[in-house]
């Protein structure tokens, strides 16, 4: 892993004294660009690249396709909710997120206000909400999804359990059209690796504008044992469903997970003065906390 980090750092160095483009998409595709060609090269000479450079795929998951039969679609996110319970990931991102709202919390005396990006229909915003119900956190929780009919589906929800959660149709991409702070700590869960290198690096930036405190990403972690992870769990739930798209959304899950110095070099683009932290927290999980 130190190899590799070397390589990305090595990478982005020579991409910033190259002074390749100013705008946060450009430069950022550009860069991952630069970054693929150069792990070619390697590639011919060692193994490991070699085998990065297989894994890595930018094929789209089923439930990222908008023709894709929209039951199945909500079943794939039954599946990883599941698998995020058995996995504790809620307690675990709760952890994550408790030193910035408890921050909050005592300093403005007040909750702490959440934005989820890429909330779906609310299976895992929900899952969170009771975790927090649970800790001593003070947090007002607000989803978001480009598609209405996730939102739609998921304010019934909230609605039908009397969870006090808001959900709205959010552009991830479009982040500065909304009011400027409106948020003090915009997260994701477990959706980082449905985006393009400079898509992250957009939506990372945007956060600048809404968010007073941080954005929190939480993501599966990129190697090998988690991909077989994951593709064992996909193919357990496709032989017990007779349906193969767990199994390929799994896989394809896997193969697109980045790494903690990957996110950290698309931060560095989309947030050049903030304080990035970027870690791979065992088992399976990898972090970016972007500190405004």
């Known amino acids: 892993m130190l190899q590799f980090n070397k390589f990305y750092e090595q990478c982005l160095s020579d991409f910033n004294q190259s002074n390749k483009g100013n705008h946060i998409h450009r430069a950022s595709k550009d860069l991952f660009l630069e970054i693929d060609k150069k792990r070619k090269l390697k590639a011919q000479k060692n193994p490991l690249y070699y085998l990065d450079q297989m894994i890595w795929t930018d094929e789209r998951e089923h439930i990222d396709d908008p023709e894709f039969n929209v039951e199945v679609k909500k079943e794939i996110i039954q599946g990883l909710h599941l698998k995020n319970t058995i996995c504790n990931t809620y307690t675990r991102s709760i952890e994550i997120l408790r030193p910035l709202v408890e921050v909050i919390n005592r300093n403005e005396n007040r909750p702490a206000r959440v934005l989820e990006l890429g909330s779906g229909i609310g299976k895992l915003t929900m899952a969170m909400y009771e975790e927090f119900q649970k800790s001593s956190l003070f947090v007002e929780l607000t989803g978001s999804d480009i598609v209405p009919e996730y939102v739609e589906a998921a304010n019934g929800e909230a609605r039908k359990k009397d969870y006090e959660i808001n959900f709205k149709v959010i552009d991830a991409f479009q982040l500065h059209q909304l009011e400027g702070k409106s948020y003090d700590i915009v997260f994701t869960l477990h959706s980082m690796h449905h ?46 469903s007779f349906n193969s798209a767990f199994f390929h959304d799994s896989l394809i899950s896997g193969r697109r997970m980045y790494s903690a110095k990957q996110l950290e070099i698309m931060a560095k683009v989309g947030c050049p003065n903030a304080k990035i932290i970027a870690e791979n927290l065992k088992p399976g999980l990898t972090v970016i906390k972007i500190l405004f």
Not at 200 to 211: D, F, H, K, R, Y
Not at 218 to 237: E, P, Q, T, V
Request: net charge positive; proline share 2%.
């Open 195 to 240: 985006f393009k290198p400079d898509q992250l690096a957009v939506i990372m930036s945007g956060t600048q504008n809404i968010a007073t405190s941080a954005f929190v990403g939480i993501d599966g972690y990129r190697g090998i044992g988690n991909l077989c992870f994951m593709m064992l769990s996909g193919a357990g739930k496709s032989v017990l």
